[in-house]
């Protein structure tokens, strides 16, 4: 079992930055490919970023290329997405997200463990 956990939502305008961190429990965190996903009001949970076990690979949505990274220190058991340039239209829930296979990152129903999300908010 794995319990994930978000923080490091908010509020912020146009332009300006935010640092999720998602810390998780158990001791095979990094067996574990981990992703970003988000969900606006009216809207399906949509793929964000995603990280491989050792970090060594990174699948970024087009809208956020560019702007967005993501990042894992698996002695912490933590996976973070650092969002700049943020935009009106990355207003969400954003959640992370657990997959022991990595089969197909773009996939939420691959995933096995999810978090219970945190919001972000970009006024314009």
């Known amino acids: 079992q794995v319990q994930l956990v978000e923080s490091g939502g908010g509020l912020v305008q146009a332009g300006g930055s935010l640092r999720l961190s998602c810390a998780t429990s158990?001791?095979?965190?990094?067996?574990?490919?981990m992703g970003w996903f988000r969900q606006a009001p009216g809207k399906e949970r949509e793929f964000v970023a995603a990280?491989?076990?050792?970090?060594?690979?990174?699948v970024y949505a087009d809208s956020v290329k560019g702007r967005f990274t993501i990042s894992r220190d698996n002695a912490k058991s933590t996976v973070y997405l650092q969002m700049n340039s943020l935009k009106p239209e990355d207003t969400a829930v954003y959640y992370c997200?657990?997959?022991?296979?990595?089969?197909?990152?773009?996939?939420?129903?691959?995933?096995?463990?999810w978090g219970q999300g945190t919001q972000v908010t970009v006024s314009s």
């Open positions: 158990g001791r095979t965190f990094s067996s574990y490919y």
């Open positions: 997200a657990a997959d022991k296979s990595g089969s197909n990152v773009f996939a939420a129903v691959l995933y096995e463990y």
């Open positions: 990280i491989s076990w050792n970090g060594g690979r990174t």
